[in-house]
């Protein structure tokens, strides 16, 4: 043995002196590279946009914090965080929230990122280099990237205001970022919106393997939420008319899919898997972010969305229930619907509130001998427990996956544009301009579908409009930036969500102020951008 290792420690000896002899020993040799120059032909563009999806794919599934979901859902009007992970704390508890925090430089990273990687692909399809690709091609590659990029300014804009306009691909470090003004954010925004619904296709067009993909009506309807929050509400409503009028989409007013013949509703049935896509019936679908389980399709899932976790009450926790497919599988409660959504907001017979849509009632479904006297009894809702553990819930992010009952991962489509929401897009738009009676109608095309008491002139303000989508959109929007962008946080937060009874002290809303209308930029962005001043915003320190 000794022997062995004589020979093998000469050898190294030997290698090593040969190779330091020669300098050409110490040059990089890159065998492969990611750099604009590498995007030459179709193949190439098309991967990338893929790219896109897999990085938009990202703001939904953060399996290491469980409270990215609830950071853009608490400290608004709709719900309480009665478990929190702790990502989510500086989002209720207001008077800790500081340039140093996680969510908000996440949110900054994640829009850079993206930003970035479309640049890369703008530039590139403009390239009179690449070759055997039509104008059209070309204008559609770069529409598609364009979308991205205006979501994730339109995002940047309405959580910080102006922000640095990077509108090339960065291909070594820059330390010289300075804030643009929000003025001249809005104008890229637009005008990539602009153009991606000039070139994107119509959803028609695409085939049902594709239809997750960008369509022009995904254009508009962003288009139309950037043009409210920039008041100019004519241009808002010209793109809502233009989605709605199209004939390509209609309200679901009809039972539908995999379990039609089940008990249930027809707004209940757009939110059962099987069910979401544009191709399974959803005639309402404008985007839906497909997920595949990863164990049957590789690459089906970007990490592991935590929705259902974040809104789902934890029931397994009381004696005698385990996790279900009927009551949407494993949750952990988050966060909880606070009592203005469970018992103040929906007129009685209302479709959005029904326990198909709600759940609110539990019966012990757990048939051990040990409960064997409770077993299909109704859970009392009474105590504690209704906080977290049998409090009532949306039924939007049930899930279940029978090889995975402990419920890590969620393989459950996102509804993220429907015509559901162009409805209310466009009664905003109306509302600003003073149009009372076609924003009522325009609500009252969601209230006959949900069975709801229909609505007039008289009705109309930016708080009913608000009311209204909690009422349709509870668990699908991103509350937080929907006040933020209309400027209402500070009064419905603390009106509708100030002094919650029966909800612990350190769970309220405190420190809650104008300036939390924007985040504060992350420090250490400013901190290494060392050439330059990236100034702050106002109030944080």
């Not at 989002?91 to 990122?113: E, F, K, Q, R």
């Not at 119509?202 to 594709?210: G, V, Y």
């Not at 109704?378 to 029978?402: A, C, E, M, R, S």
Request: glycine content about 8%; hydrophobic content about 40%.
């Amino acid at each position: 043995m000794k022997k062995y290792i004589k020979i093998l420690v000469g050898a190294c000896i030997g290698l090593q002196a040969l190779t330091a002899c020669k300098e050409s020993f110490l040059d990089e040799e890159v065998l492969s590279s990611y750099s604009p120059a590498t995007l030459q032909d179709l193949p190439g563009l098309e991967a990338s946009l893929v790219g896109l999806y897999n990085h938009n794919s990202t703001f939904y599934s953060v399996s290491w914090a469980q409270g990215w979901p609830a950071v853009w859902q608490v400290g608004t009007d709709i719900v309480w965080p009665v478990q929190p992970q702790g990502m989510e704390n500086p989002y209720y508890d207001y008077n800790t929230l500081t340039p140093l925090d996680g969510a908000a430089d996440h949110t900054w990273n994640w829009s850079y990122t993206m930003i970035n990687n479309a640049n890369v692909i703008i530039k590139n399809v403009e390239s009179p280099e690449i070759t055997g690709i039509t104008e059209a091609q070309r204008n559609q590659i770069s529409a598609e990237a364009r979308y991205f990029r205006g979501l994730a300014y339109n995002l940047l804009a309405t959580a910080f205001g102006g922000v640095p306009l990077v509108t090339e691909p960065l291909t070594a470090p820059k330390t010289d970022f300075v804030r643009a003004p929000l003025a001249d954010v809005n104008t890229l925004v637009i005008d990539d919106l602009k153009f991606a619904a000039e070139h994107l296709p119509d959803i028609t067009a695409l085939p049902a393997a594709k239809q997750a993909r960008a369509n022009k009506y995904m254009a508009q309807q962003l288009l139309a939420e950037v043009y409210l929050r920039v008041n100019q509400p004519a241009l808002a409503e010209a793109q809502t008319n233009s989605i709605i009028s199209s004939g390509k989409f209609s309200l679901i007013k009809n039972r539908y899919g995999v379990k039609s013949n089940q008990p249930g509703d027809p707004f209940s049935d757009m939110f059962i898997y099987g069910n979401q896509r544009r191709s399974q019936g959803n005639t309402e679908a404008i985007w839906v972010m497909e997920a595949e389980n990863p164990r049957n399709v590789p690459g089906g899932m970007t990490d592991n969305p935590q929705q259902r976790r974040v809104w789902v009450a934890s029931y397994h926790n009381r004696a005698g229930m385990l996790p279900a497919d009927s009551l949407g599988g494993r949750g952990v409660a988050r966060i909880r619907l606070n009592d203005w959504v469970l018992y103040g907001l929906y007129d009685e017979g209302d479709m959005r509130n029904s326990k198909y849509n709600i759940r609110r009632e539990f019966w012990y479904n757990d048939p051990g001998s040990k409960y064997s006297s409770i077993y299909k009894t109704k859970v009392p809702y009474q105590g504690p427990d209704t906080l977290f553990i049998i409090n009532p819930y949306t039924t939007k992010w049930g899930h279940f996956d029978p090889q995975d009952v402990f419920g890590y991962g969620m393989w459950k489509d996102f509804i993220l544009m429907r015509l559901g929401e162009t409805y209310l897009l466009q009664a905003e738009a109306q509302f600003k301009q003073g149009k009372l009676a076609e924003a009522a109608e325009s609500i009252n095309a969601l209230r006959r579908r949900a069975n709801a008491p229909l609505v007039t002139a008289g009705d109309m303000s930016l708080n009913f409009i608000l009311d209204e989508r909690a009422r349709e959109l509870i668990g699908e929007e991103n509350r937080r930036l929907t006040l933020m962008r209309t400027g209402t946080l500070v009064d419905r937060a603390t009106r509708l969500n100030g002094k919650p009874a029966g909800l612990p002290a350190n769970r309220r809303i405190t420190g809650l102020a104008e300036k939390h209308l924007l985040l504060p930029i992350p420090q250490n962005e400013i901190d290494l951008n060392k050439d330059a001043v990236l100034e702050q915003n106002p109030g944080y320190k």
